[in-house]
Protein backbone atom coordinates (compact mmCIF):
# COMPACT_ATOMS: atom_id res chain seq x y z
CA UNK A 1 0.00 0.00 0.00
CA UNK A 2 1.43 3.20 -0.64
CA UNK A 3 1.93 5.62 1.85
CA UNK A 4 3.45 9.25 1.80
CA UNK A 5 4.94 11.66 3.71
CA UNK A 6 5.05 15.39 3.79
CA UNK A 7 8.14 17.03 4.98
CA UNK A 8 10.06 20.18 5.60
CA UNK A 9 9.77 23.91 7.39
CA UNK A 10 6.74 24.52 9.50
CA UNK A 11 7.86 28.44 9.35
CA UNK A 12 8.60 30.54 6.65
CA UNK A 13 9.67 33.97 6.49
CA UNK A 14 7.25 36.49 4.29
CA UNK A 15 8.69 36.76 0.37
CA UNK A 16 10.83 33.76 1.00
CA UNK A 17 10.25 30.62 -0.34
CA UNK A 18 8.36 27.58 1.02
CA UNK A 19 10.29 24.03 -0.03
CA UNK A 20 8.24 20.59 0.99
CA UNK A 21 9.69 17.27 0.20
CA UNK A 22 7.18 14.51 0.08
CA UNK A 23 8.27 10.86 0.26
CA UNK A 24 6.48 7.88 -1.22
CA UNK A 25 6.49 4.56 0.46
CA UNK A 26 5.50 0.84 -0.58
CA UNK A 27 4.98 1.31 -4.47
CA UNK A 28 7.00 3.17 -7.12
CA UNK A 29 6.37 6.67 -8.63
CA UNK A 30 6.65 4.66 -11.89
CA UNK A 31 3.68 4.17 -12.69
CA UNK A 32 1.08 5.32 -15.96
CA UNK A 33 -1.83 7.21 -15.29
CA UNK A 34 -0.68 8.38 -11.86
CA UNK A 35 -0.42 11.81 -10.94
CA UNK A 36 1.93 13.06 -7.87
CA UNK A 37 -0.27 16.27 -6.31
CA UNK A 38 0.33 18.89 -3.53
CA UNK A 39 -2.72 20.39 -2.26
CA UNK A 40 -3.22 22.92 0.54
CA UNK A 41 -6.02 23.90 3.35
CA UNK A 42 -5.84 27.39 4.13
CA UNK A 43 -8.26 29.39 6.09
CA UNK A 44 -8.56 32.02 3.23
CA UNK A 45 -9.67 29.51 0.65
CA UNK A 46 -10.24 26.11 2.16
CA UNK A 47 -9.08 22.89 -0.58
CA UNK A 48 -6.51 24.24 -3.08
CA UNK A 49 -4.49 22.08 -5.44
CA UNK A 50 -1.80 23.68 -6.37
CA UNK A 51 -0.15 21.69 -9.60
CA UNK A 52 1.23 18.13 -10.28
CA UNK A 53 3.76 16.01 -11.66
CA UNK A 54 4.23 12.75 -13.44
CA UNK A 55 7.11 10.14 -14.11
CA UNK A 56 8.22 11.83 -16.89
CA UNK A 57 8.38 14.68 -16.02
CA UNK A 58 5.35 16.10 -17.13
CA UNK A 59 3.72 19.44 -14.91
CA UNK A 60 0.63 20.63 -14.69
CA UNK A 61 0.00 23.93 -12.31
CA UNK A 62 -3.09 25.40 -10.68
CA UNK A 63 -3.15 29.01 -12.95
CA UNK A 64 -3.30 31.53 -9.75
CA UNK A 65 -0.16 29.89 -8.49
CA UNK A 66 1.56 28.80 -11.79
CA UNK A 67 3.75 31.98 -11.70
CA UNK A 68 5.08 31.45 -8.27
CA UNK A 69 5.44 27.23 -7.73
CA UNK A 70 8.08 25.27 -8.71
CA UNK A 71 7.31 20.97 -9.06
CA UNK A 72 10.41 18.49 -9.48
CA UNK A 73 10.68 14.76 -8.92
CA UNK A 74 13.30 12.51 -7.94
CA UNK A 75 11.82 9.18 -9.27
CA UNK A 76 15.20 6.83 -7.99
CA UNK A 77 14.03 8.68 -4.36
CA UNK A 78 10.63 8.52 -4.67
CA UNK A 79 10.44 11.63 -3.78
CA UNK A 80 8.48 14.90 -5.19
CA UNK A 81 9.26 18.61 -4.41
CA UNK A 82 7.12 21.54 -4.12
CA UNK A 83 8.44 25.17 -3.87
CA UNK A 84 6.31 28.34 -3.19
CA UNK A 85 8.16 31.87 -3.98
CA UNK A 86 7.52 34.63 -2.66
CA UNK A 87 5.02 33.52 0.24
CA UNK A 88 2.56 35.45 1.81
CA UNK A 89 0.94 35.36 5.42
CA UNK A 90 -2.32 34.47 2.99
CA UNK A 91 0.21 31.07 2.04
CA UNK A 92 -0.31 29.77 5.67
CA UNK A 93 -1.82 26.23 5.58
CA UNK A 94 -2.03 22.85 5.83
CA UNK A 95 0.26 21.62 3.01
CA UNK A 96 -0.29 17.64 1.75
CA UNK A 97 0.65 15.33 -1.07
CA UNK A 98 -1.11 12.86 -2.73
CA UNK A 99 -1.45 10.40 -5.75
CA UNK A 100 -4.12 10.74 -7.75
CA UNK A 101 -5.44 9.21 -11.57
CA UNK A 102 -6.52 12.49 -12.64
CA UNK A 103 -4.84 15.94 -12.54
CA UNK A 104 -6.73 18.50 -10.45
CA UNK A 105 -9.33 16.67 -9.24
CA UNK A 106 -9.06 15.21 -5.30
CA UNK A 107 -12.13 12.53 -5.92
CA UNK A 108 -9.33 10.47 -7.71
CA UNK A 109 -6.71 11.10 -5.04
CA UNK A 110 -6.19 7.41 -3.47
CA UNK A 111 -3.25 8.09 -1.67
CA UNK A 112 -2.62 11.34 1.02
CA UNK A 113 0.37 12.26 3.05
CA UNK A 114 -1.03 13.27 6.52
CA UNK A 115 0.00 17.08 5.99
CA UNK A 116 1.94 19.37 7.40
CA UNK A 117 1.33 22.81 8.72
CA UNK A 118 3.44 25.80 7.60
CA UNK A 119 2.99 29.21 9.05
CA UNK A 120 4.35 32.37 7.33
CA UNK A 121 5.07 35.03 9.54
CA UNK A 122 8.13 37.17 10.88
Known amino acids: QVQLQESGPGLVEPSQTLSLTCTVS??????????WSWIRQTPGKGLEWIGA???????YYSPSLKNRTSITMVATKKQFTLQLRFVTPEDTGVYYC??????????????WGPGTQVTVSS
Open 53 to 59: IDYTDSL
Open 26 to 35: GGSVISNYKY
Open 98 to 111: ARGTLVARPDSFDA
